[in-house]
């Protein structure tokens, strides 16, 4: 067992470009086990600096996702806290502040070339087969030269001043040590030319001023991390501890999710957004199980994990690199675990919005009858619509041939209906062993199987073949209700005999 972090400070930072999916719901999982465990904090951060990708809608979408997976933050945009605001797109000047003193301690440089210049410069060196990167020709200028030039209001952004010798070394938590040739970075833009901070710059501040600890983050920052240790070093501050999370693959394997596998996917009845995954039926809690162990894993056999054992458990230890592939069926497979491990007036309370959707109006009384018969069998809690819709249903909608019991021609069918029919009159509907026992009697007097008697019934108290348990089901439809349905069932089947 590793040893229990002291109380860590870590952020979930995502950009408002899109739709959440599976992996920020991830990456902000992990964060906040992290911070619930060590009884630390957890911080929401907009990056909201690239004003050309800003999906305004983006935003909500993603409070509610991650309010819905239970992953309430400390501080953040809406709720404040101690080192906002939370948001870049408020914190332009800060950002300007630190680069300007990059500049000063001559680890950055203002630059003036044109994207005209640039991209001539790309266009040689693809030609050259040459790495594309910055010439280096603003490196040159002097301070004074340069200031003058910002001054008479000259387009400019500003670069790092990488050192052009040596390599660097950056430490990753899970995959070690990284060095790199200094030689092989770019001077990559902090600042651009309408006075906004791009990300290496502007987390790097971040970070720092909000006093973050570890930064757990997806992995298609390894690239340029090597970057992010250059400035934090070149401003002298102290380094969190990086954690680069494994990326996730389709479910092949092959590959990340393209937007129109995505859309495709919804059709199959799954999505990588997780407000789908609300609207599809499936738990909060199946997909937080689901996604922990994607990337993550507490010993070889545990598969069930509630909320708090993930705070309990998470280790960063236990975190695995390599990439994980989507497997649906084994969210499947949680979210069914998970609706039974609910209890009864929870999940009746949770299938309910399901059944309004489709237009039912179930009553509390009866969702709570119909929970415990439908819990094993359910995957999603849509599925107790199509499974259970037919309790609150005033019209059964089926074919009239399918009350033919099986081996059975219709006029046996009938007949054997009308004597339930006669039977369950008499009986009251309170046991379930009386009306069991009554009907199995009645079948065998007939010369019937149970199952082809029950075939018949089923089909006319519920209107489907396959249902919860019938006995169970019509003494919660009542015997009212039952006994009209039968009615309408013999009034079916007589035109078929010929009546
Ligand atoms: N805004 C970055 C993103 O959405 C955040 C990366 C990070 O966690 O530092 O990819």
Redesign the pocket.
């Known amino acids: 067992m590793t040893e229990k972090l002291p109380p860590v400070r870590v ?5 408002p ?1 899109g739709r959440t999916h599976l992996g ?1 719901g991830r ?1 902000a999982l992990y964060n906040y086990l992290l911070a619930r465990q060590t009884g630390g904090q957890f911080l929401l951060r907009i ?1 909201d600096t690239d004003q050309k990708r800003y999906v305004p809608e983006a935003e909500q979408e993603l409070m509610e996702s991650l309010r819905w997976l239970g992953l309430e933050w400390d501080e953040g945009p809406d709720v404040g806290g101690p080192y906002g605001p939370y948001r870049q797109s408020e914190r332009k000047e800060i950002y300007l502040e630190y680069a300007k003193q990059l500049i000063e301690k001559d680890k950055a440089y203002y630059c003036f070339c044109s994207p005209e210049r640039l991209a001539r410069l790309r266009e040689q060196q693809m030609q050259a087969k040459q790495a594309t990167m910055y010439d280096g020709l603003c490196r040159q200028l002097t301070p004074e030269d340069a200031l003058r030039r910002v001054k008479q209001g000259e387009p400019h952004v500003i670069r790092f001043k990488t050192p052009r010798e040596g390599s660097i070394t950056v430490r990753d938590y899970l995959r070690g040590d990284i060095t790199v040739e200094n030689r092989t970075i770019d001077d990559y833009i902090l600042v651009k030319s309408d006075g906004w901070a791009l ?1 290496h710059l502007a ?1 790097m501040v971040d ?1 720092h001023l909000m006093r973050i600890t570890h ?4 992995s ?2 390894l690239s340029t991390f090597p970057l992010h240790g250059h400035i934090i070093r070149a401003f002298g501050w102290q380094e969190p501890v990086f954690v680069h999370l494994s990326v996730f693959l389709k479910p092949s394997g092959k590959g990340k999710m393209s937007k129109r596998e995505s859309a495709q996917l919804l059709q199959d009845g799954y999505s990588i957004f997780i407000k789908d995954l609300e609207q599809l039926g499936y738990l909060p809690e199946a997909v937080v199980n689901w996604i922990a162990l994607m990337g993550w894993s507490y010993d070889d056999k545990t598969e069930f994990f509630t909320m708090q054992d993930l705070i309990e458990k998470f280790s960063l230890d236990h975190l695995n690199p390599s990439p994980a592939a989507i497997n649906f069926t084994k969210f499947d497979h949680f979210n069914g675990l998970h609706i039974r491990h609910l209890s009864v007036e929870e999940l009746a309370k949770r299938v309910k919005p399901f059944f309004l959707r489709a237009g039912l109006q179930p009553e509390d009384t009866k969702l709570l009858q119909i929970a415990p018969i439908i819990r094993e069998r359910l995957v999603t809690l849509d599925d107790a619509v199509e499974m259970a819709g037919f309790f609150f249903r005033d019209q059964m909608d089926y074919e009239a041939d399918l009350l033919v019991g099986k081996n059975m021609n219709p006029s046996e069918s009938l007949q054997v209906l009308q004597e339930s029919y006669d039977l369950l009159k008499n009986l009251a509907f309170e046991e379930k062993e009386t009306l069991e026992t009554a009907l199995r009697n009645l079948a065998e007097q007939k010369g019937l199987k149970a199952g082809q008697l029950f075939g018949i019934l089923r089909i006319a108290v519920t209107g489907q073949s396959v249902s919860p348990p019938l006995i169970e089901s019509m003494l919660i439809l009542g015997k009212e209700k039952v006994l009209e349905r039968i009615q309408d069932a013999l009034k079916r089947l007589q035109p078929i005999v010929g009546l």
């Open positions: 952020r979930f930072a995502p950009s470009t920020s990456t990056e990300y987390a970070d930064v757990l983050r997806s298609e920052w």
